[in-house]
């Protein structure tokens, strides 16, 4: 991927109290139909510089957000955590923030995230663009006991521990290694606004409790109960490489609960927004031009 000059548009920084914690937005436009664009796990909003421009020229207000603990948006209190459910009630109070209706851009956690809240307040949602974001495999609820043990050790292996700082060249290292499919440029952004000085070095901006796996398993009988309240048009995106990618049965059934389109974007993995951002946002101009006029 090569950088253009609508890549190099900066965007605005602005902060939002919703759900009583204070939440770090990016805004590229300020005017036109609101669009929320919301990263995956351990990512941040600047993962979408090479889309959000895009959208803004083509007409949107488009605004980009640090999840709870993500980026620089507040990290929850002692005692707290990051349940779904958490990040759905963030959602409400953003959503309120910004007008009452906005359309979703969402990847991977994200994802989940958008399409819980789109089924919780199906009123406020006015498109829905999942990115590799419905859900893993479904649980067996026999397993939920393990899983909830496993995250109490979980719980007291990140509090023993210590954050050591890193170099600038370590954090472009560690990052490779999670996206190898990412170019330097890439790569070297995601690190920048992935990091914030510490003594002796760097350290990574988001909460180390999201470094422990979440004790509630993922239920199809309970997401599908989300899934069949959406109301607003629905567009699943998957990448044509992808080592995340649903088997064909699963996905066939939950994009038939959401009524939903499915988009393939060639020549990418897991990361769409990063690693084809053009195609990218040529498809999600299309479907969001489809939705409004719906």
């Not at 406020?124 to 590799?132: C, M, P, S």
């Not at 999201?210 to 995106?237: D, G, K, M, N, S």
């Not at 064909?248 to 927004?273: F, N, Y």
């Amino acid at each position: 991927m090569r950088a253009t000059s609508n890549d190099m548009i900066a965007p605005q920084s602005q902060s939002v109290v919703a759900n009583r914690l204070t939440h770090h937005l990016l805004e590229w436009n300020g005017d036109g139909p609101p669009v929320l664009l919301l990263h995956g796990f351990l990512e941040h909003a600047h993962v979408w510089d090479f889309v959000a421009p895009r959208l803004a020229a083509a007409g949107h207000r488009v605004l980009a957000l640090d999840w709870r603990g993500h980026g620089d948006s507040q990290w929850v209190g002692a005692g707290g955590y990051y349940h779904f459910a958490d990040y759905v009630a963030d959602l409400a109070g953003l959503v309120r923030a910004l007008g009452g209706r906005v359309s979703l851009v969402a990847h991977s956690m994200g994802g989940n995230a958008a399409a819980l809240y789109a089924g919780t307040e199906p009123e406020r949602v006015a498109a829905l663009v999942a990115i590799e974001g419905l859900g893993p495999a479904d649980s067996d609820p026999a397993e939920a006991p393990a899983r909830f043990a496993g995250w109490l050790a979980d719980l007291d292996r990140i509090a023993a521990r210590a954050r050591a700082p890193f170099s600038a060249a370590d954090a472009v290292a560690r990052l490779r290694v999670s996206y190898p499919r990412l170019t330097p440029h890439v790569l070297e952004q995601l690190a920048r606004w992935g990091t914030r000085p510490a003594e002796g070095g760097l350290v990574w901006k988001f909460d180390p409790l999201h470094r422990t796996r979440t004790p509630q398993p993922f239920y199809i009988r309970q997401a599908r109960a989300f899934w069949e309240r959406v109301q607003c048009p629905v567009l699943y995106v998957e990448g044509a490489e992808s080592p995340l990618r649903l088997p064909d049965d699963e996905r066939e059934l939950r994009l038939t609960v959401l009524r939903a389109r499915r988009a393939t974007i060639a020549a990418s993995g897991h990361h769409p927004h990063l690693e084809q951002p053009e195609a990218l946002a040529r498809v999600l101009i299309e479907f969001l031009r489809g939705a409004r006029a719906t």
